[in-house]
């Protein structure tokens, strides 16, 4: 019996955004690579071991993957609650430094991991390592900081029975 390759993603909890994903290697896919000639390309080409097996044998594996939690790359993300408030926080004051994305995971981390294998010990600096400061992670904890920031100040102008807008006359960079 030929099937085709099953593809689908768990919602990642935190932002609800859905991932087409192989079942097999977990790979992110695009929405170009969901044709069936695609996937049936897919099957035969990175999973050719698996061709022949019964539709049972993909549908148990899409189960075990909707119970792992992704993060939005795809990745399996298996972090504390405090590994995750830790990246946030440095990712503010990365922003707030006006600094380049990037600075977390060249400069801040390192300095992180070697105080706190100083300071703390080595089992510090192992739980350390767990938190993401990527420009990819501190670029989306920014932009998720700054739409939260937003909608706080939605709701706090539609709570308000009063408001001013302040307008300014002065010329934009085309002298406009």
């Known amino acids: 019996m030929k099937t085709t390759l099953c593809m ?13 994903q192989c ?31 019964r539709k049972e044998f993909f549908a148990a594996k899409l189960q075990n993957l909707k119970r792992m939690k992704l993060d939005t790359t795809g990745a399996f993300h298996q972090v504390s609650a405090k590994v995750v408030e830790a990246s946030y926080a440095l990712s503010l004051l990365i922003a707030k430094a006006k600094k380049a994305h990037i600075i977390g995971e060249t400069f801040v981390k390192p300095c992180l991991l070697k105080a706190a294998e ?11 390592l767990e938190i993401s400061l990527s420009d990819n992670s501190v670029k ?33 960079v085309a002298q406009c």
Do not use: M, Y
Request: charged share 35%; with cysteine.
């Open 8 to 20: 689908v993603s768990p919602s990642w909890k935190k932002t609800r955004i859905d991932h087409p």
């Open 23 to 53: 079942v097999v290697c977990h790979a992110v896919l695009s929405n170009d690579d969901l044709r069936p000639s695609c996937l049936e390309r897919r099957l035969t080409k990175n999973h050719s071991t698996l061709k022949d097996k």
């Open 118 to 128: 100083i300071v703390l010990g080595a089992e510090s600096k192992k739980k350390n």
């Open 140 to 172: 989306r904890c920014v932009d998720d900081i700054a739409k939260d920031l937003k909608l706080q100040v939605v709701e706090a102008v539609k709570a308000s029975s009063f408001f001013a807008i302040q307008c300014d006359d002065t010329t934009d």
